[in-house]
């Protein structure tokens, strides 16, 4: 069973009418067509099953101007993880504060993914630390 640490108060998509869907930036629920549509390729990585980007159409452009704004500030992309130093072999993800839009390094896809489904911040990945330890500990007690 796995710890589940960031719970929603919502379900993302409104499963009583399926025709709108929480937007994870402004927590507002929105009708389906404020939302874009997911590539073919991104649709494997998605977790709520819909075809929908995770954000609302202005929501969406707003962090993507951001992003564009950010990126012309870092430097030119790293051919390792800057966490993991795996070499990164496909296009390396920008990893960047949410709150300020400041740049933090280049990660590959793994790392990215994983920081960020941890919440963004310390504080997720201390809960996810803690709860992996105690885990850990408990299994080398009992061997």
């Known amino acids: 069973m796995q710890l ?5 108060d919502k379900p993302l998509v409104n499963t009583d009418t399926d025709e709108s869907k929480i937007c994870i ?7 389906l067509s404020n939302f874009y549509v997911l590539s073919k390729s991104k649709l494997k990585y998605k977790e709520d099953n819909t075809k929908y980007h995770s ?11 951001a992003k564009q704004r950010i990126k012309k500030t870092a430097p030119p992309p790293s051919k390792s993880c800057d966490c993991c130093g795996t070499p990164i072999h496909i296009k390396p993800n920008m990893d960047h504060d949410h709150e300020t839009l400041t740049f933090r390094g280049w990660l590959c896809y793994r790392c990215n993914s994983g920081i960020g489904s941890l919440g963004d911040n310390v504080e997720g990945v201390e809960r996810a ?6 885990h850990y500990e408990q299994h080398r007690t009992t061997s």
């Open 4 to 8: 589940d640490l960031f719970a929603n």
């Open 55 to 65: 954000r609302c159409k202005p929501c969406y452009l707003k962090n993507e101007t």
């Open 129 to 134: 630390l803690k709860y992996l330890k105690a």
């Open 25 to 31: 930036e402004c927590k507002e629920e929105v009708h």
